[in-house]
Structure formats: C-alpha cells, structure tokens
C-alpha cells in the first residue's frame, strides 16, 4: 500500500493550477449514457473517473480517454447495452447509483447495486428512488441490488425533495430528460457541479430550466452530440486555499472563476487569511495571526461539507475557541483522532468539534480513512514539526489529481513512497 511522507513547515511558493471537478465529471459521464457523441474536456485524471469509465465501458459504451490532454470521446451505439452496474464498480464509487436515472429512461430497466455505506456515514439512496418512483419507475431491492423498470417508459410529474440531495437531484434531471412531458423538481441542491450538469445536458439538445431550487424539465424527442469543457474543482481549490492560508509565502491558483468560491473566500478573510481576487486567479500572501470562527455545513451556497476537515486544520492555527458543525454527514469527524495525534486540541461534541487554538502540530504515522480526511492530514503534515506518514492514501487519489507534485512544484517536502 503506497504512503506519502510529508517534511513539515516548508513554506509554498509558487502557482497550482487547479484540475477538473471531479463532482462535475461524474453526473455528466453517467448522463452520456443517453446520447450518441459526446467530447469532454479538463476531466480530471482521478481514480473516481477512471471507475466511471470502467462502469461505462462495462454497460457498453465507447470511451476513449486522452490523459495528455484530459480529454474524453464517448460514443453510445446503443447496440449491447448492458443496463447493469455491478457491486465491484460501486462499492469503491458511490456515485455509480447515477447510472441508474439514464439506464431506466433510456432503456426501460436497469440494475444496479446498492452502494453500500462509506466512511463518513450510511449513505442511502432512498431519495434518488423517491423521485424515480415519481417518475413511474416499479423498483425492488433484492440481494444488496435495485432492480428498476419503466415498461412504459418514465412519465413527467411535479416532485418536491423532502431533503435536499445532490446524487438525488442529478439523478431525477438526467431521468427527467428523456420522459414523456414536463417535470417539475423542487427543493433541489443547486451546487455549481448540477449547473454544470445543466449546461452539458442543453447542449445535448435537452429543455431544462432552473429558477433557484426549482428545476423544470421538459422533454425532447432529438438530442445532439456535443462538446463540453468540465468546470473547476472547487473543494480542489478551496483544498489550496487552505494550503496556502496555512503556510504559504505566496501562493497562486489558476484555472479557477473565483465567483463561485465567493463565500470560502470571504469566510477565509474573516479568518485574517491576505486573499487577491483577481479574475481567473487568487492570491495568497503570508498570514501570520488567523483569527478563530465559527462555522456550519449546509448545502450550497453554504460552506461545503466537502472543505471542513480541511477548515479544521486551519482553526488549530487560529488564536482562540473555533467550531465546525458538520450537518450534512453523521460520521464526518473521522479525521479527528489522527489530528488530535498530532497534538490538535479539538473535542466533539455531537455534530459540533470544538477547536482550541492555536496548537502546535508535530509528525506522527496517522491513517486516511475518506477523501476528503485523507487530504487534512496532508494540510496537518505540512505545517506540522519533524515528518508525517500518511497510510490508504488509495483515499487521497479518488479526487485529488497530481496532488503531490503540485505541492512539491510550490517547495513543499512530499513524497509517495
Ligand atoms: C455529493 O454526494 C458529493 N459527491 C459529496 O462529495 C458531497 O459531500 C455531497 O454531495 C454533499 O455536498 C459527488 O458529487 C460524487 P447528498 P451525495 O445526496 O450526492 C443524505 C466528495 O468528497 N441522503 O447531497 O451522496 C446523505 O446521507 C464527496 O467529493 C439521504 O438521506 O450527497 C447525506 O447525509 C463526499 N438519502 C445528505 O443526504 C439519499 O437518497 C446529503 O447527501 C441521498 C442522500
């Protein structure tokens, strides 16, 4: 199992250049599913989209894959479609479920596993089959898979979301596309990766209108093929920002529209972080006295569950009393333990972790144990004393493309071994 051994408290200096958005990518290569021709480009080189693929190829589709240029060409003959998703492919990938939406609306049928849980919690899926029900589909759980149909094909109807989902509402546009007459979803999650989503799918011919957390589809009877450039990561970026906040001299992000991270970076501010927006880049100068905060995860434009074990690296280095409350995931304090090894003073309470800061971080042998984890540990590594070995760094490449050599071209002291 490889590691990464991280030298602490060298300061980054130079420009990282941010990759594509991993949670842009998957929903769009699931939904090529139901078109003819499609190239895609800036998808990131990642472990999550390279199964994806895999899934893809194993339905039946043509996937050639450019790593030089990170660039895809899908093709969809529809001849041997396979409309099922194994359990191999998506107990490592979650986001296979969102097969399950095309598969059922372009094909009448599909199986697909169950995900199963992960380490930040249980993650159901019932939401993602509430609104398929909706749409007519007859589902049956059976051995660990869901077992979908739509003789008649799925059907328009007017669907509120008791709770807002990402995967869910992905999964009920993308369906919703190719059913007969107009659906009508509210209370959606409007995270930049679904508007992306959005724009990849009316370039493909389909009718989809969004006004705030409602979004109205209509159906179509020709779709084209199309080309689409995949947005910016954006837990990527906010992932350096931090970065740099935490012990960079001066540090440059590109590739990146910082109006959509508008609220991380104001929060970032508030914390005393020197941030220059500029317009498709950010600096970041050397910030000495962090100030402590008070924060709590929600759905977008709230402040991304997705970026809080990396916010919570930051608070150690803050003067005074912090707190994250995580209110998306019921289990994602997983990377507490292995920070308070490293000398973290953070308690929890409930959804609620409690940071004394600042504290003094030293290496120590910790364990990644999800992605997003994984890469606060590297955050703590490199601004800890002495060296820090980070282990199932497996986790860390699901999402993170090139993250080691992107540090190690700012000076930093990391290597995978
Ligand atoms: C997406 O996961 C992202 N993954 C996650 O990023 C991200 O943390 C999450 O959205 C929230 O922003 C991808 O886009 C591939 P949800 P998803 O459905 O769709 C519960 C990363 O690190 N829920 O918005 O699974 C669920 O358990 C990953 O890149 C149900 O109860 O998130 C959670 O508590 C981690 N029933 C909450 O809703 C359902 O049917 C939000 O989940 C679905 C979800």
Redesign the pocket.
């Given at each position: 199992m490889q590691k990464l051994t991280i030298k602490g408290k060298k300061k980054l200096s130079g420009t990282i250049s941010i990759s594509g958005s991993?949670?842009a990518s998957?929903?769009i290569l699931a939904s090529t599913i139901l078109f003819k021709k499609v190239n895609l480009k800036n998808i990131p080189m990642v472990k999550?989209v390279f199964t994806m693929i895999e899934l893809l190829r194993f339905i039946g589709l043509k996937v050639s894959i450019n790593s030089k240029n990170n660039s895809l060409k899908i093709s969809n003959s529809n001849i041997k479609i396979n409309p099922i998703a194994p359990y191999k492919l998506v107990k490592t990938m979650?986001?296979g479920v969102?097969v399950l939406g095309p598969l059922l609306s372009k094909f009448k049928k599909a199986k697909v596993s169950l995900p199963g849980g992960c380490a930040?919690?249980?993650?159901?899926?019932?939401?993602?089959?509430?609104a398929l029900k909706k749409l007519g589909a007859k589902i049956k759980i059976k051995e660990g898979y869901i077992y979908a149909t739509a003789t008649d094909g799925l059907k328009g109807e007017k669907i509120k979301f008791p709770?807002?989902?990402?995967?869910?509402t992905?999964n009920a546009i993308i369906a919703a596309t190719h059913a007969t007459g107009e659906t009508v979803l509210l209370n959606c999650?409007i995270?930049p990766?679904i508007k992306d989503l959005i724009d990849f799918l009316k370039k493909s011919g389909c009718d989809i209108k969004c006004n705030g957390r409602k979004i109205t589809i209509n159906s179509k009877k020709k779709f084209k093929n199309s080309k689409h450039t995949i947005m910016f990561d954006r837990?990527e970026a906010g992932t350096y920002l931090i970065a740099s906040a935490l012990i960079g001299k001066k540090m440059t992000l590109t590739n990146l529209k910082p109006k959509i991270i508008s609220n991380e970076i104001k929060t970032l501010k508030k914390m005393g972080v020197k941030i220059k927006v500029q317009k498709n880049k950010i600096v970041i100068s050397e910030s000495s006295n962090i100030k402590n905060q008070v924060l709590r995860t929600s759905?977008?434009p709230g402040f991304?569950?997705?970026l809080q074990a990396q916010m919570m690296v930051l608070m150690t280095k803050a003067n005074g009393v912090s707190k994250i409350q995580e209110n998306?995931?019921?289990n994602r304090f997983m990377h507490v333990p292995e920070l308070k090894r490293m000398g973290a003073k953070i308690e929890i309470k409930n959804n609620i972790a409690i940071i004394n800061g600042p504290s003094k971080l030293s290496g120590a042998e910790v364990m990644a144990t999800?992605?997003?984890a994984s890469v606060s540990l590297v955050l703590a590594g490199l601004v800890a004393e002495n060296r820090t070995t980070i282990n199932r760094i497996y986790h860390l490449d699901r999402?993170y493309e090139n993250l080691e050599k992107k540090f190690v071209k700012c000076k930093a002291n990391i290597k995978r071994i």
């Open positions: 991993k949670n998957l929903p999550d979650r986001a969102l930040i919690g249980t993650r159901p899926v019932d939401l993602h089959l509430f709770k807002i989902s990402v995967g869910a992905e999650a995270e990766e837990i759905p977008y991304p569950t997705d998306i995931f019921e999800d992605l997003r999402g």
